[in-house]
């Protein structure tokens, strides 16, 4: 089996002890060469400054390479090009690009009036400001705003053409699911690298919040397998890293050579999975 390559999914700390332990999970993850590291950017630019912190020390203190995310939700045209104009000037050159989530729970996403529409239009707009690398959003189990698979594939289609270079999915738990939409991706002439999202499941109860948020499904093998375990931490632990590596071993298998992981900012799970597809550590560091 060929070694994989790899990528981790960081979000910006909101206190000191949060700092503490996300950098202790990029000394942890950065040993194993990943290919790029994100950061996650709030609804409505909530963590703005904290992402462009985060990632701006990423750069200026490691040798990882960081890509910032950034999303349309609650700001005009112009603000969101400023940030992307301050990230070409901190040295990043490497924006996930994403339409975003409405800012409430319950609201339906809207544009905003001055403001780009969707991740398509956004890929564009960076596009015109600096030459970055860009990273876009793709859902295996169809976007939960969408009408119809056929519909995100065309919309995929549409970040395509406006310069993105790689896609990065939404996470599932079953490989048929990935395996499906990479045929349909490629039956619509789309070739780009579709780069499977992969979440340790660090906890079950969160998990399921974030599912019904963005329409995964969480198969009931998968309940039986946490059922009981809700007081059982370590178990807990086991047994989500033996479902995440299961999950990419069965997508390596079937020609899978890179993976996105969600980290949650938690590296031992992630650790645990890279070790089980073959990476090893290498002496550089970060």
């Not at 503490?20 to 950061?39: G, H, I, Y």
């Not at 000037?89 to 975003?100: F, N, S, T, Y």
């Not at 019904?212 to 059982?232: H, N, S, V, Y």
Request: aromatic share 10%; charged share 20%.
């Amino acid at each position: 089996m060929v070694t994989p390559k790899v990528s981790f999914e960081f979000f910006p700390p909101a206190s000191e002890k949060m700092a503490e332990t996300l950098w202790q999970s990029v000394e942890r993850l950065a040993p194993l060469d990943p290919a790029f590291v994100s950061v996650t950017y709030g609804a409505g630019g909530s963590t703005r400054e904290r992402t462009h912190a985060t990632v701006k020390r990423l750069r200026d203190e490691t040798s990882l390479e960081p890509a910032a995310h950034l999303t349309c939700v609650g700001a005009t045209t112009a603000e969101v090009d400023e940030v992307i104009r301050s990230y070409w000037d901190a040295g990043i050159r490497h924006i996930v690009a994403l339409r975003g989530d409405a800012p409430g729970d319950d609201e339906q996403y809207q544009p905003h009036p001055g403001g780009y529409a969707n991740g398509a239009e956004l890929t564009a707009g960076i596009k015109k400001i600096e030459d970055f690398f860009i990273s876009v959003s793709a859902y295996p189990e169809k976007h939960p705003d969408s009408v119809s698979r056929q519909a995100d594939i065309e919309m995929l289609k549409q970040k395509i053409d406006a310069g993105a270079g790689q896609a990065i999915t939404q996470f599932f738990f079953e490989p048929e699911y990935f395996f499906r939409y990479r045929d349909a991706v490629a039956a619509a002439g789309i070739s780009i690298p579709v780069i499977p999202g992969i979440i340790p499941v660090i906890n079950f109860t969160r998990i399921q919040s974030f599912a019904a948020t963005c329409g995964a499904k969480i198969p009931d093998w998968m309940t039986q397998r946490f059922d009981g375990l809700e007081e059982d931490p370590q178990t807990r632990k086991l047994v989500a890293a033996t479902i995440a590596a299961e999950i990419c071993q069965k997508l390596a298998a079937e020609g899978v050579e890179q993976f996105h992981f969600y980290t949650l900012n938690q590296a031992d799970l992630t650790y645990a999975i890279c070790h089980t597809l073959g990476l090893r550590p290498s002496t550089t560091g970060i």
